[in-house]
């Protein structure tokens, strides 16, 4: 079952990235979704290279909050490090996953801070 779901990822995820590039003003906000964390990237794919980064597992706080909360404040951290580099526009790479919970959270936790697309 497991390496069904894997493979199904991975076949959506290829044909997202066939249409989607990032730039060094329009970078790809790609996203990855792990079991306790998550990820997310500004990544410029002309130059090769990742203008930020922010991620769940290095924002432990006191109080516990649930996994779509940590999402959105990832989404929230990526869009105010990319308003401070400049950057107002984005192409949001999903990563093959659905747009739904932890991935929506971050999404519209980036466009509060100031990101479009």
Request: net charge positive; charged share 30%; with cysteine.
């Amino acid at each position: 079952m497991e390496a069904l779901k894997s493979k199904r990822r991975k076949t959506i995820r290829r044909r997202i990235r066939k249409r989607l590039t990032g730039s060094e003003g329009c970078p790809r906000l790609s996203v990855f979704r792990s079991n306790k964390q998550i990820y997310a990237q500004l990544i410029d794919d002309v130059n090769g290279r990742t203008i930020a980064a922010a991620s769940s597992a290095g924002q432990e706080s006191g109080e516990k909050i649930n996994k779509t909360e940590q999402a959105g404040q990832v989404g929230k951290t990526l869009g105010e490090m990319a308003v401070q580099a400049g950057i107002s526009k984005v192409v949001f790479d999903r990563g093959g996953y659905l747009y739904h919970g932890r991935v929506k959270a971050l999404a519209d936790g980036a466009r509060k801070a100031g990101l479009k697309f």
